[in-house]
């Protein structure tokens, strides 16, 4: 089964949108936007990026 993005509604009633995989797990979730089409915007951007992110290890 393929992921999903969801938009949802926070407890200050400000637009989010969780990433979540085929089964079920939370793979990500955005800051706060004012409006849905902010929120698809940041979906779009996910979208176009993440597929070539590079892995950096921060952890020292």
Same mark, same amino acid.
């Given at each position: 089964? #393929?992921?999903?993005?969801?938009?949802? $509604?926070? !407890?200050? !009633?400000?637009?989010?949108?969780? %990433?979540?995989?085929? +089964?079920? %797990?939370?793979?990500?979730? *955005?800051?706060?936007?004012?409006?849905? #089409? !902010? !929120?698809?915007?940041? +979906?779009? *951007?996910? %979208?176009?990026?993440?597929?070539? *992110?590079?892995?950096?290890?921060?952890? $020292?």
């Amino acid at each position: 089964m #393929a992921g999903t993005f969801e938009f949802y $509604e926070d !407890a200050s !009633a400000r637009i989010r949108f969780r %990433q979540k995989a085929g +089964i079920g %797990q939370l793979n990500a979730a *955005s800051e706060d936007d004012t409006t849905r #089409a !902010a !929120a698809k915007n940041g +979906i779009g *951007s996910v %979208q176009m990026h993440a597929f070539d *992110s590079a892995l950096v290890d921060v952890v $020292e």
